[in-house]
Every structure is written in structure tokens, then in C-alpha cells.
């Protein structure tokens, strides 16, 4: 899979990989980083922590598009134009969405435990588990979903996440641009304000679908340890089901169109 040299940051990516009595050990981090990451994090829009920059210089997620758009190839800009939201994004209509998506106005839980730090979103299941691994590398053989597969390493008191073998059915922005199989991810996850805030700083390449990486930052405040936000079930079941049924519908009828279309345009060309 392609990458691009910048993201090469000091060693290499892959978790060191410690082998005792023929069983992985926990890599090294920081002495308190399960007391750390074993939380509960709120939303992250337009949240900032106190005496930090404006947030309009790190990117906010409603308007990340002004900075993707000029970035598209030009089949991702056709793509993009071609796509319908509420249609092609799994979280409108209650499936996993994309990395992008699932905690940009959500709240999430971190769980630690050795060799990994799990993810959970509020909102189920269009925020999905996310594993994130600290005791292996990259599997070989990678299935590509819309998670990507998640390793990690510490810097320090940072935790570098590196995530690649994503699909290409989710989104980067509200907007619809899409991206490739070929999307590569660097987050950096450190405390900051005194350990009552979560920074996570991405940064975002895709060879085939971008001309050049874009970088964004996101703070998540840190609750208290007795807080215990409701979990929510995507829309309520009985709205689900029917939600999921027009969905089908608009499916079947885009298709349809796109069929009509197609042939028109065949019996032009006779």
C-alpha cells in the first residue's frame, strides 16, 4: 500500500512487538496510561479548551470541506459530485460510518486494557467499536473496512494511532468527498489542560483521491469519572426500520434512474 514519506514520524510506526514464553507483552507507555485512557470523552464540535487558539484554526468539521475540496483528484471530485449523503453514508440511515464521522458531535468511551485501547461511541451502532492495537503491526493480510485497521505506539506521553485498510463507502466530509482503499491515517492523542481535555491531531493522506495530505485537530473534554452518558440507539427501532425502508426505496429509484439514463444515452449514440 502507498504512503508518503512525511509520515514516517521518528520511528517506525509498527508497536515495538516484545515476545515472552511465546506470548505478546503490553508495549511501554506512560506509568498512568490505563488510568488515563479508561474514560468517558463529550462531543467534540466546536469545543475548545480554555486559553487554547480559536477553533477556526484547527478545522472545524462543518466546514473541513473548504480545505478537502481543492484536494480532490478529479475522479474523486466527480465522485464526490455524484454522491448522496443521506443515501451512501451509513450513520444517516443507522450502519457503521466512517472514521470522520462517528465522534465529531458524539461522545465516546476509551476502555484500556494490555495491548489495546477500545473505542466506543454513544450512538449505536452508527459509532461502531474501534479497536486500537499496541501489541502487533499491520496484519498481513487486511480485510478493508470502514474502520481501517488501527495500531499504536507512544511518543512520550502521545499515543500515535497509524490506521490504513479502509474501504472506500465512507466519507470524509458532510459535503460527500470520498477517498480511496488507499487512505492512511495518523491520529496523536495526548492530554491537555491539566488532563481534562483530549487532543487528537490527524493527519489525513490518500495518494489515489488527494492531491496533497490535509491535517485536523479535535478536543474531547473529559468527564468525570461518575459521569455515565446515555447510550442512544440510532434513531429508535421502530424509526429505524421505517427510516431504512425509504432508504431502500430512494436506492432502488436512484438506480433506476441512473439505468434510464444510461440506456438514453446508448440510443443517442446509434
Excluded at 463529550?42 to 477553533?55: A, I, K, L, R, V
Excluded at 480532490?72 to 444517516?92: C, H, M, N, V, Y
Excluded at 473529559?222 to 431502500?248: F, H, M, S
Aim: aromatic share 10%; proline share 6%; net charge neutral.
Amino acid at each position: 500500500m502507498k504512503t508518503r514519506n512525511f509520515l514516517t514520524i521518528g520511528s517506525a510506526l509498527a508497536a515495538a512487538l516484545l515476545v515472552a514464553c511465546g506470548a505478546y507483552a503490553q508495549s511501554s507507555g506512560p506509568p498512568n496510561w490505563e488510568d488515563q485512557f479508561i474514560g468517558w470523552y463529550g462531543d467534540s464540535e466546536n469545543q475548545m479548551p480554555p486559553g487554547f487558539p480559536p477553533y477556526s484554526t484547527t478545522n472545524p468539521f462543518r466546514t473541513i470541506e473548504k480545505v478537502i475540496a481543492p484536494l480532490l483528484q478529479p475522479w474523486a471530485a466527480a465522485r464526490k459530485d455524484g454522491t448522496i449523503f443521506e443515501i451512501e453514508e451509513g450513520g444517516s440511515f443507522c450502519r457503521p460510518t466512517g472514521l470522520f464521522l462517528r465522534h465529531q458531535n458524539r461522545g465516546f468511551q476509551l476502555l484500556a486494557s494490555p495491548g489495546r485501547i477500545t473505542m466506543v461511541g454513544t450512538q449505536l451502532p452508527g459509532n461502531p467499536i474501534r479497536r486500537i492495537y499496541l501489541n502487533r503491526d499491520h496484519l498481513k493480510i487486511l480485510p478493508l473496512t470502514s474502520a481501517g485497521d488501527s495500531v499504536a505506539h507512544w511518543e512520550g506521553d502521545t499515543l500515535v494511532i497509524d490506521t490504513i485498510g479502509f474501504d472506500d463507502t465512507t466519507l470524509l466530509s458532510l459535503e460527500g468527498s470520498r477517498h480511496s482503499s488507499e487512505l492512511h491515517v495518523i491520529e496523536r492523542l495526548r492530554f491537555v489542560a491539566d488532563g481534562k481535555w483530549l487532543e487528537r491531531r490527524f493527519i489525513v493522506d490518500d495518494p489515489r483521491a488527494l492531491k496533497a495530505p490535509f491535517t485536523m485537530v479535535r478536543y474531547h473534554e473529559k468527564l468525570t469519572a461518575d459521569a455515565r452518558p446515555q447510550q442512544e440507539l440510532c434513531l429508535g427501532y421502530e424509526n429505524w426500520r421505517e427510516w431504512v425502508a425509504i432508504r431502500n426505496d430512494a436506492v432502488r429509484s436512484l438506480d433506476e434512474q441512473r439505468a434510464e439514463t444510461t440506456k438514453a444515452l446508448a440510443q443517442k449514440k446509434k
